[in-house]
Nanobody, 126 residues
Framework: QVQLVESGGGLVQAGDSLRLSCATSGRAFSSYYAGWFRQAPGKEREFVAA????????YYADSVKGRFTIAGDNAKSTVNLQMNSLKPEDTAVYYC???????????????????WGQGTQVTVSS
């Protein structure tokens, strides 16, 4: 069983930056992708960013492209999300996710991920 633990959330002002981190339970990610998703109050959970452990390709939602950067270090079992130029609409609970590593999938879809963290709250005030 893989456990994912997010950290780094908080309350910031618009325009500020935050760095979220996700760590596995002591061993390297054995997945194809690690992803970040978010869920705002009253809304469905949505894709934010993902990274491929195979070729280091990265994927971003249009709403965060150019502001957020995903980076991972599988040797250290961590994946980070650097969030710059934050906006109030970025307010949400952010979740880290990893798939089972059995087969590749569309990294933008939640259905491809098996393991999820507990989430970390990000609040951006205007």
């Amino acid at each position: 069983q893989v456990q994912l633990v997010e950290s780094g959330g908080g309350l910031v002002q618009a325009g500020d930056s935050l760095r979220l981190s996700c760590a596995t339970s002591g061993r390297a990610f054995s997945s194809y992708y690690a992803g970040w998703f978010r869920q705002a109050p009253g809304k469905e959970r949505e894709f934010v960013a993902a990274i491929s452990w195979t070729d280091a390709n990265t994927y971003y939602a249009d709403s965060v492209k150019g502001r957020f950067t995903i980076a991972g270090d599988n040797a250290k079992s961590t994946v980070n999300l650097q969030m710059n130029s934050l906006k109030p609409e970025d307010t949400a609970v952010y979740y880290c996710a990893a798939d089972s590593g059995i087969s590749p999938h569309n990294p933008r879809l939640q259905s491809g991920y098996k393991y999820w963290g507990q989430g970390t709250q990000v609040t951006v005030s205007s």
